[in-house]
């Protein structure tokens, strides 16, 4: 049987509605309506809001299965178009035109089409030796780490600091110093006798 639903004046263009449109056909009824909630296009909301309204007819006005619902068709038509304006150069007018679309939303029921998932899936049957229950690893885990309070922990003892020995002064360095002395001392004697020189030439 098939019900359907209609949004008139929805204000997107027909172009871009098709566009969700063309995805939808043939989809069980949930799958569209996560498929829309995941479109990035601002016309899938138009179009879920569609299949909404023609599932909740198909349920309440003709006691069908939510579950068994398959969309048979989605078609979009060009509805009346708002003609606007807008001024650019040299006076003249820029012509805009707002379009606007028709959605209808054709549902059908298909029972047995739709694939149910059961409730709980059968698990394989485990060996219980080979893994060990929470409660029995956990005691295991307390068995093998013993018990230790602030108090039972011994404390190693404080390790007395070393004073940082001083290098004592080397006695290889005095007579070297020595050696300096004397040279910067001769080496001003000789200064003074070469000033020496040039005055008794200038007085002679």
């Given at each position: ?25 043939n989809l069980p009824v949930s799958e569209a309506l ?171």
């Amino acid at each position: 049987m098939e019900v359907q639903a209609k949004a008139k004046w929805v204000r997107t263009s027909p172009r871009k509605v098709r566009l969700v449109a063309r995805t939808l056909r043939n989809l069980p009824v949930s799958e569209a309506l996560v498929a829309c909630s995941f479109m990035p296009k601002a016309a899938a909301r138009d179009v879920a809001k569609v299949i909404r309204s023609a599932q909740a007819n198909a349920e309440n006005n003709f006691n069908l299965v939510k579950d068994d619902l398959v969309i048979k068709d989605i078609r979009v038509e060009p509805g009346p178009m708002l003609k606007r304006g807008q001024p650019r150069a040299m006076g003249r007018l820029f012509s805009i035109f707002k379009r606007t679309s028709h959605i209808t939303a054709i549902v059908e029921d298909r029972p047995g089409v739709v694939r149910r998932r059961s409730a709980a899936l059968p698990r394989a049957p485990q060996p219980a030796a080979s893994r060990p229950t929470p409660a029995a690893a956990a005691a295991a885990r307390a068995a093998l780490t013993p018990a230790t309070t602030e108090s039972d922990e011994p404390v190693a003892p404080a390790r007395p600091k070393k004073p940082k020995a001083q290098p004592a002064p080397s006695a290889s360095k005095a007579p070297a110093e020595g050696k300096k002395t004397e040279a910067k001392k001769t080496e001003a004697k000789k200064k003074d006798d070469g000033k020496k020189d040039t005055k008794e030439k200038k007085s002679k």
